[in-house]
């Protein structure tokens, strides 16, 4: 059963628009959430994260939305480069730092120039 | 600068054949994990370590087995490979530290094909 869900396994967007990447979770007892970046050939690479108490996190052009009650995030970058073709993987955990980190499958961004 | 490093990048070996996927990392750090991953699946955690001489298995089960002799080095074993063990490993480590980011330093990872 999956805790973390990302239901778009892929997203085009042309260059200069917004990316928005969607993920979905069923474990209430997550209190942090993660987006890691993967390029091919290479591993995860930590982009931006939010704790459960708060509902935005920016980071320059990544923003990360945090909706608790719909147990639901969101990722946007603003404006969208080509170099951010990867593929984004939503991860979440629990609140200690024992906690283990739980990853979704995963969507492969295309930005189009 | 996450320096954490994996070797080989990419294996192909016949099926019997013991495997070790090796993982190094400088930066001190306490935990370490391997996970495992086929395109387009979530990654799956198969091992962790909190430190020296602590090893557990993660969520997925797996054949293979590990070590954590020193703090920077932890190798995973297969001790006779299947076809079913192809896949990709990736190897991470985080600080012991508070919670809160804690985010994970991954390495490049290894392609792994089993004939």
């Known amino acids: 059963d999956q805790q973390v869900k990302q239901n778009s396994p892929s997203l085009s967007v042309q260059e200069g628009r917004i990316s928005i990447l969607n993920c979905d979770y069923t474990n209430s007892m997550f209190d942090y959430f993660l987006w890691y970046k993967k390029y091919p050939a290479e591993g995860p690479t930590f982009l931006i994260s939010?704790?459960?108490?708060?509902d935005k996190n920016e980071d320059g052009r990544f923003t990360v939305f945090l909706n608790k009650s719909a147990k639901h995030l969101s990722l946007h970058i603003v404006p969208s480069q080509p170099g951010d073709s990867a593929v984004y993987f939503c991860a979440a955990r629990g609140a200690t730092s024992y906690d283990k980190v739980i990853f979704g499958p995963g969507t492969s961004l295309s930005v189009i120039p | 600068e996450a320096d954490i490093y994996q070797t080989p990048r990419y294996l192909v070996i016949g099926t019997g054949k013991k495997i070790t996927l090796e993982c190094s990392q400088t930066m001190g750090h306490d935990k370490m994990y391997w996970y495992q991953q086929d395109p387009g699946m979530e990654l799956h955690l198969i091992h962790y370590?909190?430190?020296?001489?602590?090893?557990e298995k993660g969520d997925l089960s797996s054949e293979s087995t590990v070590s954590r002799i020193r703090t920077e080095h932890f190798p995973l074993t297969l001790e006779s490979a299947r076809p079913s063990h192809t896949s990709q490993y990736l190897c991470?480590?985080?600080?012991?530290?508070?919670?809160?980011?804690?985010?994970?330093?991954f390495g490049p990872g290894t392609r792994l094909t089993v004939l």
């Open positions: 991470a480590s985080s600080t012991q530290g508070l919670a809160g980011r804690n985010e994970q330093f």
């Open positions: 939010i704790s459960s108490i708060k």
């Open positions: 370590s909190y430190g020296v001489n602590s090893t």
